[in-house]
Nanobody
Framework: VQLQASGGGLVQAGGSLRVSCAASGRTNSRYVMGWFRQAPGKEREFLTAINWSGATTYYADSVKGRFTISRDNARNTLYLQMNSLKPEDTAVYYC???????????WGQGTLVTVSS
């Protein structure tokens, strides 16, 4: 499966942004999908994940209550709604897909989100 992230940009602190991840290829598989980010000079950080049906979600403490993951399987698209953004949210955001219980085998190219103070 191929993943293409989009929707990044520049936003002021306190603002909102939604990034998307379009999947193509073997999209009929029941993948778990997730969002990660990597800030300059830092390691990649897990943010959130969602199961195939969308009924179960997981969030890192750093984004819980501010970010919301969702997916539209009919459109083969994953979303990340980000609210109350902070300058420390500045990073390249990556989407990923994998089978439940296994590693994330598929990664998008990343989209840059910059939050200004």
């Amino acid at each position: 499966v191929q993943l293409q992230a989009s929707g990044g940009g520049l936003v002021q602190a306190g603002g909102s942004l939604r990034v998307s991840c379009a999947a193509s290829g073997r999209t009929n598989s029941r993948y778990v999908m997730g969002w990660f980010r990597q800030a300059p000079g830092k390691e990649r950080e897990f943010l959130t994940a969602i199961n195939w049906s969308g009924a179960t979600t997981y969030y890192a403490d750093s984004v819980k209550g501010r970010f919301t993951i969702s997916r539209d399987n009919a459109r083969n698209t994953l979303y990340l709604q980000m609210n109350s953004l902070k300058p420390e949210d500045t990073a390249v955001y990556y989407c990923a897909a994998g089978y439940y219980g296994g590693p994330y085998n598929y990664w998008g190219q990343g989209t840059l989100v910059t939050v200004s103070s």
